[in-house]
């Protein structure tokens, strides 16, 4: 798998936005960029999957540069429930590769 | 549904005891992943199944862990014997087969302090 790159933390105030970025700049050509989160004592959560095209949920929107070696998710609109470690991981998207997760990127919120 | 069901959510045992964590994946859901965190190591993946069968342990620390899935609706992972550097959060998790569907749910974890 491609390694990820990721600030250890960052702090966002409630109500705007917070920009998460992930560098993954040996991504292959048929690699996917995921985000998982894990709130505090919980298991982690996914969030968003992307291979090219932005892409946008409910939960959050994540930008793919052109050249894809770099991402950023983005939560429109933090809250202090948004508080917590954000992965981003670049694999394939079958089952049979394995999702690896790095150190991540501790989001606080903060009111 | 649900969601991925882990028992027990704590546990706390003596060096040398049997550990037995138990794990019920969502309904439908052909892959279970076992992963182990701890703060030193962040989150590992320790084996995982596909229908049922084993495919990749290479992440089982060592011979005294062990795991089983009899069937899709139950998993195991027994520890024997436990000693108190495996005191970690095990977490559990199911994803289903679809070919983009990659994205996998967790159970809470089941904490496990070894005394």
């Known amino acids: 798998d491609a390694k990820t790159t990721q600030p250890p933390s960052m702090d966002c105030a409630e109500g705007r936005a917070a920009n998460l970025p992930c560098n993954h700049s040996?991504?292959?050509?048929?690699?996917?960029v995921y985000w998982y989160r894990q709130i505090h004592s919980q298991g982690p959560q996914y969030i968003i999957h992307?291979?090219?095209n932005n892409e946008t949920n409910e939960m959050a929107s994540l930008i793919i540069t052109e050249d894809r070696k770099s991402s950023t998710l983005i939560l429109p609109h933090a809250t202090l429930r948004d508080t917590a470690v954000y992965y981003c991981?670049?694999?394939?998207?079958?089952?049979?590769?394995?999702?690896?997760f790095g150190t991540g990127t501790r989001l606080q919120v903060f009111p | 549904d649900a969601g991925v069901i882990q028992s027990p959510r704590h546990e706390v045992t003596e060096m040398g005891q049997e550990v037995t964590l138990r794990c019920k994946p969502i309904?439908?859901?052909?892959?279970l992943f076992w992963y182990r965190q701890t703060m030193m190591r962040g989150l590992e993946l320790l084996i995982y199944f596909n229908n049922n069968v084993p495919i990749d342990d290479s992440g089982m620390p060592e011979d005294r862990f062990s795991a089983k899935m009899p069937n899709a609706s139950f998993s195991t992972l027994k520890i024997q014997p436990s000693e108190p550097r495996d005191s970690a959060v095990y977490f559990c998790?199911?994803?289903?087969?679809?070919?983009?569907?990659?994205?996998?749910?967790f159970g809470q974890g089941t904490r496990l302090t070894v005394v």
């Open positions: 040996t991504i292959s050509g048929n690699e996917y």
């Open positions: 309904s439908g859901h052909d892959y």
């Open positions: 998790a199911s994803s289903p087969r679809e070919y983009l569907g990659a994205e996998a749910f």
């Open positions: 992307g291979l090219k």
């Open positions: 991981i670049v694999r394939l998207p079958y089952n049979t590769d394995k999702l690896i």
